[in-house]
């Protein structure tokens, strides 16, 4: 019971911090410490970034999400953990860590997430397809489930949180009335992004998080959160979008940067666009 619950205190994010999140960001930033190939660790708990190495040797930066979903951790609902792997930028000097940490998203080596749901699986991309893997706890370790995954090109399912409809840009409100109309869609919305992700991945569909009035760039991270489920959406046939530009093609400004996100099926989130 020690783990469950806040720990009363609040992230550079203005949210509310979760024992959990907290353990899971501690366990992240002293596993990939040890390693002599990570220089740099962006984590969306901590508002600076860990600087590990300078030298040449830690030519990784991993960024992540240690547990999203966290307003879910209490109602046992599926959470999970999100990361991007960034190369230390050729172009710019060792000791310019934000350089190195800002890069856009098509410049990721690798990406993927673990979702702790009724199994734990992981789904990962290198840049050549998604693969995905299933804990075994008895031995420990992640054993292969499916290769290459591809995400359907069509599914008439949308994952949005419909409450906040009326401050909804209104393109999105227009392709949410069309759907309704059309009367032969499902709405899914667990409110964790991992699990809806992987959800629309298996499934297939679109998940739609647009500028809000409260959160006008819209709420979640570019860095850690869309952009490498963007990259896993590519690699898997799907498209992420801000609906404007494509999510790897943004250059982001800062860390904690937010963005607009309409991830999933191709022909789904063209749908969306086009309102
Ligand atoms: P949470 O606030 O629980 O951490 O990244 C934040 C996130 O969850 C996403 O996982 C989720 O998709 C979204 O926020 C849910 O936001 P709303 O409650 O505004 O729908």
């Not at 907290?22 to 740099?40: K, M």
């Not at 998604?130 to 706890?137: G, N, S």
């Not at 943004?250 to 904690?256: G, L, R, V």
Request: net charge negative; aromatic share 8%.
């Amino acid at each position: 019971m020690e783990i469950v619950g806040a720990t009363g205190r609040i992230n550079v994010q203005g949210e509310e911090v979760q024992k959990l999140d907290e353990f899971a960001n501690n366990t992240l930033v002293r596993c990939l410490g040890y390693r002599g190939n990570v220089g740099i660790l962006v984590s969306e708990e901590d508002e600076d970034p860990h600087v590990i190495q300078e030298a040449e040797s830690g030519k990784y930066i991993v960024l992540f999400d240690p547990l999203d979903g966290s307003s879910n951790i209490n109602a046992n609902v599926s959470i999970g953990t999100i990361f991007s792997i960034l190369e230390r930028s050729s172009k710019s000097s060792g000791k310019d860590v934000m350089a190195h940490i800002l890069q856009p998203g098509s410049r990721q080596v690798a990406a993927g997430y673990v979702v702790y749901g009724s199994s734990t699986v992981l789904a990962y991309t290198a840049g050549n397809g998604v693969h995905m893997f299933t804990l075994d706890p008895s031995i420990g370790a992640f054993v292969l489930a499916k290769e290459n995954i591809k995400m359907p090109k069509a599914a008439r399912i949308y994952s949005v949180n419909e409450a906040y409809r009326e401050s909804f840009p209104e393109g999105i409100q227009k392709y949410l009335d069309w759907a309704k109309e059309a009367g032969n869609y499902s709405s899914r919305y667990i409110g964790s992004l991992v699990a809806d992700f992987h959800r629309t991945l298996i499934r297939g569909g679109v998940f739609i998080y647009p500028g809000t009035k409260k959160s006008p760039q819209g709420k979640l991270r570019l860095l850690y959160e869309a952009n490498p489920l963007a990259f896993v959406a590519e690699q898997a046939g799907g498209v992420a979008t801000d609906g404007e530009r494509r999510i790897l093609d943004i250059q982001p400004k800062t860390m904690h940067e937010r963005t607009a996100l309409i991830i999933g099926s191709k022909d789904e989130v063209a749908r969306v666009t086009s309102f």
